[in-house]
């Protein structure tokens, strides 16, 4: 016969920011135990009262069933005394002097996100920081630990209704999202030029947080992409706001685009990095078998270095003098807006020649995604600094450092 007991467990590892607590609560629903999660700077914490042999299976399976995302480097149990939980609840995070956790790293975009982003239905249709618990930004937003919205980028962003409703809601994929923002709440984008007569950097797309009205927002985010798609086809060199900094980025095809990079930026010949759409679109320009394959497609986005094809459009000034290039895929809903038309009917989605990219599988299925024709050529994209030069990483340095490399900004307030 099972006896009453309880147990306090101690989890260290990548356990914040990975879904680990809703992972938790689904556990113990699943097994019927009362008790508690948290996070703390030291790791996460959990007490739950039940019968011993349902403790133990709920042990095994925090183990076995961890996140995909999650690591686990200490795992510790206590017997304690059954407290008589009545129910299971994520209490409020707890900082511990002295302590440290490891920071969970920035995640690709889903592939739920990622049809969301291209579903005109959904309420984050073409959002640019669409996430959810198991893609998005972390180490790039958080200030402090433990993990929780006010001490990431995120805290000048209040919730919305309808975000803080998934938030809240077990069943949800985004509940116990940090990062979780829709275009009425959440940062969004805008694009600078510099005005001619007065040398200053001018919004030529306007921040949609006047409104914060959904179908504004999304026009201004659209407005700010589209003029971003036309100056890139005209050959200029655009500074992209991405995660934890800027890019510079070019038409990879257009070979005086990437001798102008090189010149502005003072890099002789060191070879650029290029990020291209989809696999199918990688396969037209360089050779790749399963394993670089594995690699572009996992969810560290790497730069991967592949044999170019001789016959690939892309110019030789990307990488002087060499057969190969590094080629990374896009790893943020803003790099497929990017890559994708602006939408001319209600049934829009990305075309990119994909016949067997991840785009095109993941948004399989879904029958009010048409395609649509436009297709932006591979992009340069490079470190946002001049050589030997740190990083720019916020707007207002950016528009200081980078000033004459850049034509044009596209930026956000993340």
């Avoid at 069943?171 to 990062?179: G, N, S, T, V």
Wanted: hydrophobic share 40%; glycine share 6%; proline share 7%.
């Amino acid at each position: 016969m099972s006896s009453k007991t309880g147990l306090r467990i101690h989890i260290t590892g990548v356990v914040q920011g990975v879904g680990f607590r809703p992972f938790v609560y689904g556990l113990a629903t699943r097994f019927a135990l009362n008790g508690w999660v948290k996070n703390t700077s030291a790791g996460v914490d959990i007490e739950v009262d039940g019968d011993a042999d349902v403790l133990d299976a709920f042990t095994k399976a925090l183990r076995d069933e961890a996140p995909p995302l999650s690591r686990i480097d200490d795992f510790t149990v206590t017997r304690v005394v059954w407290a008589g939980f009545r129910s299971f609840d994520i209490l409020h995070s707890e900082a511990v002097k002295g302590a440290f956790q490891p920071i969970s790293p920035d995640f690709t975009i889903c592939k739920d996100c990622l049809r969301e982003l291209f579903d005109p239905a959904d309420h984050r249709y073409r959002y640019p920081f669409i996430n959810c618990t198991n893609c998005g930004p972390r180490f790039t937003i958080i200030k402090d630990i433990p993990y929780d919205r006010p001490k990431t980028t995120m805290a000048d962003f209040p919730m919305c209704e309808i975000c803080a409703e998934e938030y809240e809601n077990p069943l949800d994929r985004r509940f116990h999202a940090q990062p979780v923002a829709c275009a009425d709440c959440g940062p969004n984008i805008w694009l600078e030029q510099e005005e001619v007569a007065s040398s200053k950097w001018q919004v030529v797309s306007a921040s949609p947080h006047v409104s914060r009205n959904t179908q504004h927002a999304t026009s201004n985010s659209d407005k700010a992409i589209t003029q971003t798609q036309e100056l890139l086809i005209k050959g200029k060199v655009l500074a992209i706001k991405g995660l934890g900094g800027f890019h510079l980025a070019c038409d990879a095809t257009n070979a005086d685009a990437v001798k102008e990079l090189r010149k502005r930026k003072l890099r002789v010949d060191k070879p650029f990095a290029l990020m291209i759409p989809d696999l199918a679109t990688v396969e037209k320009h360089c050779f790749v078998n399963d394993a670089e394959q594995e690699l572009l497609e996992s969810i560290a986005r790497p730069i991967v270095l592949l044999q170019r094809k001789a016959d690939s459009s892309i110019a030789k000034e990307v990488a002087p003098n060499q057969d190969s290039i590094g080629v990374m895929l896009p790893y943020t809903p803003l790099h497929y807006l990017i890559f994708a038309s602006s939408p001319r009917s209600k049934g829009f989605s990305p075309s990119l020649g994909a016949q067997k990219g991840r785009l095109k599988s993941s948004l399989q299925g879904n029958e009010n995604l048409q395609p649509t024709t436009f297709n932006l050529p591979p992009l340069v994209m490079t470190s946002g600094n001049l050589s030997e030069e740190p990083i720019a990483y916020t707007n207002e340095d950016a528009r200081e450092r980078l000033s004459s490399l850049a034509d044009a900004f596209l930026m956000h307030d993340r």
